[in-house]
């Protein structure tokens, strides 16, 4: 007989441990995160993390949105763009790699609309701010019921739209309706 083991939430006492890195475009790149005890992850989509950087010189202490839904709570991801001149993030993406445990504080923040229910939403984001959209648009469509979103994502190119492909598969299985414009260049307008 195979034994159930109890569930258990992840508490920020208890190191996340990185399990995958995923290229998004540009100087952008998805960690996903596992606790090391197995525990899952409970948080309202558009909550941020505190993770502690180990850089050179000290740790770095830096706050990202956790772009994956709390409907999905085995892993935890996080989606960064390292800015000019970035410190942290460029860290991150020179040297955070699987296997690797980083000390993080939280979930916290308001930022979600778990505090606002409504019929419908018109999410708006450009560049990195995509990363809460995405993570509750994501919770949406995975509880189930029909959604009315309309979401409208800037970038510079086609190229730079962040989590193009993780949005491009929300749209095609859900129930409800989704109308998504990735904007890039002024001409060049892509319709999910």
């Known amino acids: 007989m195979t034994q159930f083991k109890q569930l258990s939430f992840w508490r920020d006492a208890e190191p996340l441990e990185c399990v995958t890195r995923t290229p998004e475009a540009p100087n952008v790149v998805t960690f996903s995160f596992q606790s090391p005890s197995g525990a899952l992850f409970n948080h309202d989509p558009g909550q941020f993390v505190t993770l502690e950087l180990p850089a050179p010189g000290g740790p770095l202490y830096r706050t990202y949105t956790i772009s994956s839904a709390p409907s999905r709570p085995t892993a935890l991801t996080i989606t960064v763009k390292a800015q000019d001149g970035s410190t942290g993030t460029r ?4 040297n955070l790699h699987k296997g690797m445990r980083i000390r993080a504080i939280g979930p916290a923040g308001k ?6 229910p409504a019929d419908k939403y018109l999410f708006i984001s450009a560049g990195s701010g995509i990363t ?6 994501t919770w949406l469509y995975d509880s189930g019921r029909e959604s009315d979103i309309v979401f409208i994502n800037c970038a510079r190119r086609p190229s730079e ?3 193009r492909d993780r949005m491009d598969g929300a749209v095609r299985p859900s129930p409800g309706r ?5 904007q890039s260049e ?5 319709m999910l």
């Open 186 to 190: 002024l001409k060049d307008a892509v």
């Open 91 to 94: 860290w991150m993406l020179d």
């Open 178 to 182: 989704l109308n998504a414009w990735l």
């Open 132 to 137: 809460p959209m995405v993570a509750m648009t």
């Open 161 to 163: 739209i962040i989590l």
């Open 111 to 116: 930022f979600s609309i778990v505090h606002h």
